[in-house]
């Protein structure tokens, strides 16, 4: 069965930082791009960020550019996202999705982690 589970969501101020964690099983993470996908309340899916399958490819929305850093280890089939100088826009459940355009498909999310910026 596949599988992708987020951590490392939370409540943090404005400027703050925070990592998310995804972990991958079932089907052969190396072989996969993988991407970031995020859902604010009443408003839908905003793409984040995408990873080749070997870190050469790498691509950031505008909105995060030069704030957030996507990065994986295939060895232990991990996807990560480090968020930096966060804002209260960044509010939202962020998801990671199988495959560099994965994000654009729910079926291959996995079921989140929410992160709120707030004072």
């Known amino acids: 069965e596949e599988r992708l589970t987020e951590s490392g969501g939370g409540l943090v101020q404005p400027g703050g930082s925070l990592r998310l964690s995804c972990a991958a099983s079932?089907?052969?993470?190396?072989?996969?791009?993988m991407s970031w996908v995020r859902q604010a309340p009443g408003k839908g899916p905003e793409w984040v960020s995408s990873?080749?399958?070997?870190?050469?490819?790498?691509a950031y929305a505008d909105s995060v550019k030069g704030r957030f850093t996507i990065s994986r280890d295939n060895a232990k089939n991990m996807v990560y996202l480090q968020m930096n100088s966060l804002k209260p826009e960044d509010t939202a459940v962020y998801y990671c999705?199988?495959?560099?355009?994965?994000?654009?498909?729910?079926?291959?999310w996995g079921q989140g982690t929410q992160v709120t910026v707030s004072s």
């Open positions: 079932g089907f052969p993470f190396t072989y996969f791009g």
């Open positions: 990873i080749g399958s070997r870190s050469v490819t790498l």
């Open positions: 999705a199988k495959g560099y355009d994965g994000w654009s498909d729910r079926d291959r």
